[in-house]
Structures are given as C-alpha cells and as structure tokens.
C-alpha cells in the first residue's frame, strides 16, 4: 500500500519562506508525476505544481517565479520551496502521485492529508 506523509507546513509573516515535504511509503514501481495542489478556504482545490518522471515542472501563474517544486528519487520525496509567501497564499496544501505499483497495475491516484500553510501578520 501506498502512504503519502506531508510535513513542512505552518504559520509564516508575509514575505517568508516554507517548504514543504511529501514522502511516499510503500510497493511504489513506478512514479508517473507527483504534485501540489492547494484548497483554500471557500475555493476549490487547485493545482500549484507538479513535476512528471521525466523533470518537466508545471506551476500555476499565481506561484510562478515564487515556487519551485522539486524531488529527491532516492528518497520518494517531493518538495515544494515557497518564497515571498503572500496571504493568498494560504490555504491547506495536498500532496498528489500518480504511480503503479507493479508492472502490470493501471496507474492510480494518491493524496496525502494535507498540511496547513497559513500566511498572516
């Protein structure tokens, strides 16, 4: 089975910096992508970033030049650095991978439980 563990979050002024981790635990064969996404309160999850097994990054125009998200292979981790952080930038953050896990398993979904990330004086 597949666990995602999502660490990093917390309560930063604006103008500063977090970044939060996500690690996969588990008979994982194959990553296909592993993102960020982010729910807000009131609005609807969107996607912040994402990066596929190849390297390709893919960031909403809200975050770009600001975010950058990246891995570790060896250790199953994603990362996603968040600099200038702004007010709207909070919201709880989710981790998405999309991964098989064998060789003949479709690809499926997987979410982590989210961590807060807050931005406020």
């Known amino acids: 089975q597949v666990q995602l563990v999502e660490s990093g979050g917390g309560l930063v002024q604006p103008g500063g910096s977090l970044r939060v981790s996500c690690t996969a635990s588990?008979?994982?064969?194959?990553?296909?992508?592993m993102g960020w996404y982010r729910q807000a309160p009131g609005k609807q999850r969107e996607l912040v970033a994402r990066i596929m097994n190849g390297g390709t990054r893919t960031y909403t125009d809200s975050v770009k030049g600001r975010f950058t998200i990246s891995r570790d292979n060896s250790k199953n981790t994603v990362y996603l650095q968040m600099n200038n952080l702004k007010p709207e930038d909070t919201a709880v953050y989710y981790c998405?991978?999309?991964?098989?896990?064998?060789?003949?398993?479709?690809?499926?979904?997987?979410w982590g439980q989210g961590t807060q990330v807050t931005v406020s004086s």
């Open positions: 588990g008979s994982i064969f194959s990553t296909y992508v």
């Open positions: 998405n991978l999309v991964a098989r896990l064998d060789d003949t398993n479709t690809p499926s979904e997987y």
